[in-house]
């Protein structure tokens, strides 16, 4: 009897921890949503580049915007779903989406090349690692170490792409 009142007590304490997260962190919950409305908008982006890209190199970089919108997308899910988790509400809807964004939206045209389309692709990837690199200070800050390991994976994931990248276009990562 005296193990199932330690147990209940256990389930108590640890439904109350969930609690008292949803009650805190407001700068952890600010920046996952901030992170969905950019990694939303970066995958419609990227989705344009790969519909839109032409010339030379087309046949490699073509299916490879299909991984970077996957690893995009998986991004997407982990950050919503810990912001669900924490008690937030994640942008869902398009006008959200953009009225949050810090990516420009660019209208989609046949006259740039593969090197001016994967500049674009650069660019975003290089505000997505600024803006992992808040959430880790901010999730230091708050002491959120599940939301920062959330984007330490990100980052490292981000830069290796922007390392790549760069390199396609003959430059420095300038990480």
Known sequence: MMQ???????????????????QELPKTKEILNQSVADLYTARIAIHQVHWYMRGAGFMIWHPKMDEYIASIDGYLDEISERLITLGGKPYSTLAEFVSHTEITELKGHFSKDVAESLERVLDIYRY??????????????????????????????????????????GQDPSL
Do not use: C, P, R
């Open 4 to 22: 199932m009142k330690n147990e209940a007590a256990k389930d108590v304490v640890s439904f109350a921890n969930v609690n008292h997260l949803k």
């Open 128 to 169: 997505l690692a600024k803006l992992f690199t808040k959430g880790l200070e901010v999730t230091d800050e708050e002491g959120d170490d599940v939301t920062n390991d959330i984007y330490t994976a990100a980052q490292a994931e981000v830069e290796k792409t922007i390392w790549m990248l760069a390199a396609e276009l």
